[in-house]
C-alpha cells in the first residue's frame, strides 16, 4: 500500500464510457459536487470517453484517460483507434485501472453502472482496493433497461458475486417512486439492503457561459438536443421534417447535434437547418447547461443527464424516447410523463411531420416540472455528500480504534 502524507480524503470514481456522454457526464456532476463541499477532498475520474478533454474540470479534480472502445451492432467491442485487439485493449484498461487504484490509493471507490466494469476490467482492482478496507460503492442510474434484458445480462456476467461480497453500498441516482433500476430483478436481501436511492442529480450552471455561436437564435428557442448524437439522428431529422412541414411554427428551435453523430449526416441536417429562418444548430457545447437554462423548453430523447437538467432548471420538456437497444428511455419517460413532470411522444417509424410540429407548438402548454411535487426529488448530490462523509467518517474510525490496539 503506498505510504506518504495526505493532504485530504481521496475519491476515485470509474466511468467505463464506450460511447456517448451519459457516463462522463453524471461522475464530472458529483465529482463537482464533492470538492465544492469537501474543501480538502480530491476526487480522480477514469475514463474511457475520447472527448474527456473537452469538458472543464474543477480545481482538486482529474482524470485518467484509458483506451477507448466501441461497441458494434453485433453487441461485440473493438478498440476505438488502437490496432490491437479487444483483449489486448481491456487487459490494458484494467492494468492501467489497477495501477492507477493502487498508487492514488482512495478512500472511497466509485463505480458508475457496470458492477465489474467493461468485460470485468475493475474485478482485480476491486479485490485490491476490498483487502485494504478501502469502501467500494456501485452507483446506478435510475433506469437500467427492463428487467427481461438486464437480468440474464448481469447473470452472463457473474456480477452477483461482486455484490454480495465486495460492494459496500450500491447508491441509486434517482427516486423508487419513479424508478426502481433493479426491480423485478432476484436479488438476496443482503443486496437489496445496500441500496439507497438518492434522489437525482441537481444541475447548475457552470463557470465558463456556453460558447457564443453566430447560429444562436435571436430570442426565446426550444432546445432539441439529441445527447452525444450516436443515436440522436432520428430525433434531429424529425424536428427538422416538422419544421418544412408547418412554416408557421412561432418558436425558434436551437438543434445540438452532439459530438458522435455521424460528420455527414451533421452536414446534411447544418444545410437543411440553414434553409429554415427559424431554426438554428450547433455541433456541440461542453457547457450545455447554459443553453438549457436559457430555453423556453426542450425537446429530447430522455437520457439520465438530461432529465435531471429538465427538472433542475425547470423546463417544459417533450421527450421522444429511444426504444433500441434499451428501454431504459422509454421507461424513464414513460413513468416521467405519468407523474406530469414531462411529455412524451413516442416514434411512430414514420416521422410524421404533423406530429412533431403539432407537440412542439403545444410545448408553451405544458405545466412546469415544479407543478408536481416529488420530495427529494432533486437531493441526489446532498445525499451523495453525507454518504461519502459517513463512509470517510467510519474508515476514520476504524483506523483509529486499529491504532489505539496495536499500541495497547
Not at 109 to 133: N, S, Y
Not at 261 to 274: C, F, G, K, V, W
Request: aromatic fraction near 6%; charge should be neutral; charged fraction near 25%.
Amino acid at each position: 500500500m503506498p505510504s506518504g502524507t495526505r493532504s485530504g480524503p481521496r475519491i476515485l470514481i470509474y466511468s467505463h464510457d464506450t460511447f456517448g456522454l451519459g457516463h462522463l457526464r453524471r461522475c464530472r456532476a458529483i465529482a463537482h459536487a464533492l470538492v465544492e463541499r469537501n474543501k480538502s477532498m480530491s476526487v480522480l475520474i477514469l475514463s474511457g470517453s475520447p472527448i474527456i478533454g473537452s469538458f472543464d474540470f474543477r480545481t482538486r479534480v482529474d482524470f485518467v484517460r484509458i483506451p477507448g472502445v466501441i461497441k458494434l451492432r453485433n453487441g461485440e467491442y473493438t478498440p476505438l483507434s488502437l490496432h490491437m485487439d479487444i483483449e489486448q485493449t481491456i487487459e490494458l484498461r484494467a492494468s492501467i485501472i489497477q495501477h492507477t487504484a493502487d498508487i492514488f490509493d482512495p478512500d472511497i471507490f466509485i463505480v458508475d453502472k457496470e458492477p465489474l466494469g467493461l468485460r470485468g476490467e475493475v474485478g482485480k482492482t476491486l479485490e485490491m482496493l476490498k483487502a485494504r478496507g478501502t469502501p467500494l460503492v456501485l452507483g446506478l442510474r435510475d433506469v437500467m433497461d427492463e428487467p427481461a434484458l438486464l437480468a440474464p445480462e448481469w447473470k452472463r456476467k457473474n456480477v452477483l458475486p461482486a455484490l454480495e461480497d465486495l460492494y459496500d453500498d450500491i447508491w441509486v441516482y434517482g427516486l423508487p417512486q419513479i424508478c426502481d433500476p433493479l426491480a423485478d430483478i432476484s436479488l438476496p436481501a443482503s443486496v437489496r439492503e445496500k441500496m439507497v436511492f438518492t434522489g437525482y442529480l441537481r444541475r447548475s450552471l457552470p463557470a465558463v457561459p456556453a460558447t457564443p455561436s453566430i447560429n444562436m437564435p435571436d430570442g426565446p428557442y426550444v432546445m432539441v438536443t439529441g445527447g452525444g448524437g450516436g443515436d440522436g439522428e432520428k430525433l434531429i431529422e424529425w424536428v427538422l421534417r416538422g419544421y418544412e412541414w408547418d412554416k408557421t411554427l412561432p418558436h425558434n428551435a436551437l438543434l445540438v447535434f452532439g459530438p458522435f453523430m455521424n460528420a455527414e449526416r451533421q452536414s446534411e441536417y447544418l444545410e437543411r437547418a440553414a434553409a429554415l429562418p427559424k431554426v438554428h444548430a450547433i455541433t456541440f457545447d461542453a457547457h450545455i447547461e447554459g443553453l438549457i437554462a436559457h430555453a423556453s423548453g426542450l425537446v429530447a430523447m430522455g437520457g439520465y443527464n438530461t432529465f435531471c437538467e429538465i427538472l433542475s432548471f425547470d423546463k417544459r420538456a417533450l421527450i421522444v424516447p429511444r426504444r433500441v437497444p434499451r428501454m431504459e428511455q422509454y421507461i424513464r419517460a414513460a413513468r416521467a410523463n405519468s407523474l406530469g413532470l414531462v411529455n412524451m411522444l413516442l416514434d411512430d417509424e414514420q416521422l410524421d411531420p404533423e406530429a412533431i410540429a403539432t407537440a412542439i407548438r403545444q410545448l408553451p402548454n405544458q405545466p412546469l416540472p415544479s407543478d408536481v411535487v416529488v420530495p427529494g426529488l432533486l437531493d441526489g448530490l446532498d445525499n451523495v455528500n453525507r454518504l461519502v462523509n459517513l463512509r470517510l467518517n467510519r474508515r476514520k474510525q476504524r483506523s483509529h480504534l486499529r491504532l489505539v490496539e496495536e499500541s495497547a
